[in-house]
């Protein structure tokens, strides 16, 4: 079975500070993509970052950063300059490029609350 | 429309009861997922339309759950004699279909359905 493993329930960071959130994947496929999602009070899910699995350059968008170890099947996301908007459940995703009857479902971790101090 | 809208925001029911929960996708989106998430918990996968068509509904927990799509565009999930461990937030989701590049999902805000 394909799984999403998050081993932080809950992780916690002073604002400006950088935290990390831990991510492990479990897949046969080679053609593969991964996502972060953020998920605020408010319910609606944010992608925040997205990698393909092909691509060996880790992804960035501003202050978000992924270290992908495509070997170790680990996708952290790291969060620099912590702000308090940033506070949120955060899901770890990922997508199997492989036909079939599953092809488009994605594959979530079980998240983990960041909780951002002032 | 700009964003997926869901309605209603929150529903609360009886037991047995049906009810129905309405998803309208971004407009030119072929692709539309129903997820479920309990209190605390992950996603759960349910469904996925490609257009009319649902290629994969091995999620849908049981013959209590039904969903329908038309036009390509809006869809509902129908569950019917509720019960209440389907006290849930039901989350759609819907993606463009770039021949086989996957962009992510664009979320609505979901259904948080009660059943008392």
């Known amino acids: 079975a394909q799984t999403v493993t998050q081993s932080q329930p809950e992780m916690s960071v002073q604002e400006a500070e950088t935290v990390t959130l831990s991510c492990t994947y479990d897949?046969?496929?080679?053609?593969?993509?991964l996502f972060w999602y953020k998920q605020p009070p408010s319910r609606q899910m944010i992608l925040v970052i997205r990698?393909?699995?092909?691509?060996?350059q880790n992804a960035t968008e501003n202050r978000f950063s992924v270290n992908f170890q495509k070997a170790a099947k680990s996708f952290s996301l790291k969060i620099s300059d912590s702000q308090l908007g940033d506070a949120a459940m955060y899901f770890c995703?990922?997508?199997?490029?492989?036909?079939?009857?599953?092809?488009?479902?994605?594959?979530f971790g079980q998240g983990t609350i960041l909780t951002v101090h002032p | 429309g700009a964003g997926v809208s869901q309605s209603p925001s929150n529903k609360v029911t009886e037991k047995g009861k049906d009810v129905e929960l309405r998803c309208d996708p971004i407009?030119?989106?072929?692709?539309l997922y129903w997820y479920r998430q309990s209190l605390g918990q992950g996603l759960e996968f349910l469904i996925y339309?490609?257009?009319?068509?649902?290629?994969?509904k091995s999620g849908l927990p049981s013959d209590r759950f039904s969903a329908e799509r038309t036009g390509g565009s809006v869809s509902t999930l129908t569950i019917q004699r509720t019960q209440q461990e389907d006290s849930a937030v039901y989350l759609c989701?819907?993606?463009?279909?770039?021949?086989?590049?996957?962009?992510?999902?664009?979320f609505g805000s979901g259904t948080r359905l009660t059943v008392v």
């Open positions: 989701a819907s993606s463009p279909w770039v021949g086989r590049r996957n962009y992510g999902y664009t």
């Open positions: 897949t046969s496929e080679s053609d593969y993509y």
């Open positions: 990698q393909e699995a092909y691509k060996q």
């Open positions: 995703a990922y997508y199997v490029n492989a036909g079939g009857t599953s092809y488009g479902k994605l594959t």
């Open positions: 407009s030119g989106h072929t692709a």
């Open positions: 339309f490609q257009g009319n068509s649902a290629p994969d």
